[in-house]
Antibody, heavy 123, light 110 residues
Framework: QVQLQESGPGLVKPSQTLSLTCTVS??????????WSWIRQHPGKGLEWIGY???????YYNPSLQSRVTISMDTSKNQFSLKVNSVTAADTAVYYC???????????????WGQGTLVTVSS | QSALTQPASVSGSPGQSITISCTGT?????????VSWYQQHPGKAPKLMIF???NRPSGVPDRFSGSKSGNTASLTISGLQAEDEADYYC??????????FGGGTKLTVL
């Protein structure tokens, strides 16, 4: 059973960098067919895809966030990470990591999710 | 504003059937059979309920079914139960972004 767990600071100051890590257990992130993903949910709002990374190192980002976001992987620790630069209050959200299963080109669904972690941007 | 349009809320009584729609364009929902549906209870992570328009992951009751017609996908829940009360989100592949979500629908079981 694959499990994902987010970790990182719950409070970040405006203009600083938000950094989160997702630790994966029960399966290797260094495997084809899966994209390792970040999704966020603003308080009381819907889901927003941030981006994902393939084990090969390829990354794909939401065009609206692309200029401020970086996703990376550490296969030795079976972890992947998210950095969001120059944060504002609008980045306050619950951040989820998830596994995106892609059976065919362009297909995919988030089949395993972390529990989510609330990150608040405030001075 | 979300890329995919869902009704803000739907409701139904126990035992009834309800349908939640997810409307996009030919660049996303209409152009690909890659629509997924997620259920989210308050304070919990979303759970995959339907993938590739009609497929149910193992463990999801067959009361949940998906379909698509043109640019609109639908999630139908038959034999509504109290535990089905939750928020539901659709997602799709899109030519403009690999993943787009709907705004979510709150299902109330009366």
């Amino acid at each position: 059973q694959v499990q994902l767990q987010e970790s990182g600071p719950g409070l970040v100051k405006p203009s600083q960098t938000l950094s989160l890590t997702c630790t994966v257990s029960g399966g290797s992130i260094n495997t084809g067919g899966y994209y390792w993903s970040w999704i966020r949910q603003h308080p009381g709002k819907g889901l927003e895809w941030i981006g994902y990374m393939y084990y090969s190192g390829s990354t794909y980002y939401n065009p609206s966030l692309q200029s401020r976001v970086t996703i990376s992987m550490d296969t030795s620790k079976n972890q992947f990470s998210l950095k969001v630069n120059s944060v504002t209050a609008a980045d306050t959200a619950v951040y989820y990591c998830a596994r995106y299963l892609s059976r065919y080109e362009s297909s995919g669904s988030f089949d395993y999710w972390g529990q989510g972690t609330l990150v608040t941007v405030s001075s | 504003q979300s890329a995919l349009t869902q009704p803000a809320s739907v409701s139904g009584s126990p035992g009834q059937s309800i349908t939640i729609s997810c409307t996009g364009t030919s660049s996303d929902v209409g152009g690909y059979n890659y629509v997924s549906w997620y259920q989210q209870h308050p304070g919990k992570a979303p759970k995959l309920m339907i993938f590739e328009v009609t497929n149910r992951p193992s463990g999801v009751p067959d009361r949940f079914s998906g379909s698509k017609s043109g640019n609109t996908a639908s999630l139908t829940i038959s034999g509504l139960q109290a535990e089905d009360e939750a928020d539901y989100y659709c997602s799709s592949y899109s030519r403009s972004s690999p993943v787009v979500f709907g705004g979510g629908t709150k299902l109330t079981v009366l």
